[in-house]
């Protein structure tokens, strides 16, 4: 079996964002691409993941980087990680000479977003990723640490994704990074954190800026880097709670057209005719043409940070972009810059003024790594992971399984990805949706 092989029998998927099946990825662009970046940015503020896994496995992390880097055919592989990770990068450096190859260190600034990959491309290579585009355009690849560490796992211990590093942050006695299956009930997650200090809270999937809310009988996922927990009345609870014809309304009817949101934006920095104060405006009037810029929108929600009026533009893009999915309409932003724009050194935003604008300063603190994965009495594990279409249940209701074992494949010809129990134990409900298996 060839390592492309290997990757997509362990169900490995992009780890630090939208889940892109990692074999589709590296297959795409062997032989297409000059340089290789490890993402260990640690993008969100408070998120600590990345920078731990890395520190406690740097040589299994750079064992990867070299068989990746050798099937795709790179001249150039590069650890991107922010220059105030000390101790991580002092680790790296000593591990480093042990290894009969060429890495780098790319020391970044301490800005958000910058484990945004067209952020990171341009930061480490100085090319600007097109409109719409991949990086694989410019030649370059991109894998997330957490991902390396499920391909050193898959190619040298022949194990798939069936755990998940996450850090539980907020409201909890005990903040700490836990190791669990696959499939672990949030509700797990904070008791094995000691439990919650507050009773009227709200769980958030993800950081404080790109996170979404779930509740405590959701599950961790092969996506899930951290669990964040805050009272109801925080102000990034009521920003991702909002109900949509409020969030509509208000910029309708209070939109100054400031263009802060446009001029903070890390698109439009980078030099994309992406104006969000536009899209802000046009919500009012439908003019498709115009709101198909939406599509250039990252997400990253420094729009919400910055908006004078507590406006919500990143919501009202993400509507747009449902909407124009809805009436079938295509992304047309194909252009390529050849410049980023001239103030963009000056408007990057360090992540403690994010932390001090919403309100999260009690929350900065150390989550200790606890290495060793916990035991949970069932999991529910989701067949969709991943971007592409959900795994189809291969086993049925009433059947063993041992942990890593196959439960959902992918159809021949489709892009997604398979999923592995996660725990010893017997399966006691099958849907389109999920398995659960108790042990």
């Known amino acids: 079996?060839?390592?492309?092989?290997?990757?997509?029998?362990?169900?490995?998927?992009?780890?630090?964002?939208?889940?892109?099946?990692?074999?589709?990825?590296?297959?795409?662009?062997?032989?297409?691409?000059?340089?290789?970046?490890i993402n260990a940015a640690e993008c969100e503020p408070l998120i600590q993941v990345d920078k731990q896994i890395l520190k406690i496995y740097p040589q299994k992390i750079l064992a990867s980087c070299i068989e990746i880097g050798n099937l795709l055919g790179v001249k150039k592989i590069v650890i991107a990680i922010k220059e105030k990770y000390h101790d991580t990068i002092e680790i790296l450096q000593q591990v480093l000479p042990k290894f009969d190859h060429k890495?780098?260190?790319?020391?970044?600034?301490?800005?958000?977003?910058?484990?945004?990959?067209?952020s990171l491309v341009y930061e480490v290579t100085g090319r600007i990723v097109p409109e719409g585009g991949l990086p694989l355009e410019v030649g370059v690849v991109v894998n997330n640490v957490v991902t390396l560490l499920n391909i050193y796992n898959a190619l040298y211990e022949n194990l798939p994704v069936i755990t998940r590093a996450v850090s539980v942050i907020g409201e909890v006695y005990h903040p700490k990074t836990l190791v669990v299956p696959v499939g672990t009930q949030i509700k797990n997650l904070l008791e094995f954190c000691g439990g919650t200090k507050i009773s009227s809270y709200t769980v958030i999937d993800g950081g404080p800026m790109m996170g979404k809310i779930v509740?405590?009988?959701?599950?961790?996922?092969?996506?899930?880097?951290?669990?964040?927990?805050?009272?109801?009345?925080h102000p990034i609870v009521r920003m991702k709670s909002l109900p949509e014809k409020f969030f509509l309304y208000q910029t309708k009817s209070a939109c100054e057209q400031c263009r802060d949101c446009t001029e903070i934006c890390p698109r439009y920095l980078l030099g994309h005719d992406f104006e969000c104060h536009k899209i802000q405006r046009s919500v009012s009037y439908q003019t498709d043409e115009l709101l198909?810029?939406?599509?250039?929108?990252?997400?990253?929600?420094?729009?919400?940070?910055?908006?004078?009026?507590?406006?919500?533009?990143?919501?009202?893009?993400?509507?747009?972009?449902?909407?124009?999915i809805q009436k079938n309409i295509k992304n047309p932003h194909h252009r390529k810059p050849f410049k980023v724009r001239s103030l963009k050194e000056y408007r990057k935003v360090p992540p403690e003024r994010i932390i001090s604008r919403f309100e999260l300063q009690q929350y900065v603190s150390s989550a200790t790594l606890e290495p060793d994965t916990k035991e949970v009495p069932e999991v529910k594990i989701p067949l969709l992971?991943?971007?592409?279409?959900?795994?189809?249940?291969?086993?049925?209701?009433?059947?063993?399984?041992?942990?890593?074992?196959?439960?959902?494949?992918?159809?021949?010809?489709?892009?997604?990805?398979?999923?592995?129990?996660?725990?010893?134990?017997?399966?006691?409900?099958?849907?389109?949706?999920?398995?659960?298996?108790?042990?």
């Open 292 to 324: 198909t810029e939406a599509y250039l929108c990252c997400e990253c929600g420094l729009c919400d940070w910055v908006c004078p009026m507590n406006l919500l533009p990143r919501r009202v893009n993400q509507k747009v972009k449902q909407m124009l």
């Open 103 to 118: 890495i780098e260190i790319c020391y970044l600034e301490n800005f958000y977003p910058a484990g945004d990959e067209f």
């Open 385 to 439: 992971q991943h971007i592409g279409v959900p795994a189809v249940p291969t086993i049925k209701v009433g059947d063993k399984v041992k942990k890593g074992d196959l439960i959902g494949d992918i159809p021949e010809g489709k892009l997604g990805s398979p999923v592995h129990s996660s725990i010893d134990g017997e399966v006691v409900q099958v849907t389109k949706e999920y398995i659960k298996i108790k042990r």
């Open 215 to 233: 509740s405590l009988d959701d599950v961790v996922t092969k996506r899930t880097s951290a669990i964040l927990v805050l009272p109801d009345e």
């Open 1 to 37: 079996m060839n390592i492309i092989q290997q990757i997509k029998t362990a169900g490995i998927v992009g780890a630090g964002g939208a889940g892109f099946p990692t074999y589709y990825k590296l297959e795409t662009a062997k032989q297409k691409v000059d340089t290789y970046i």
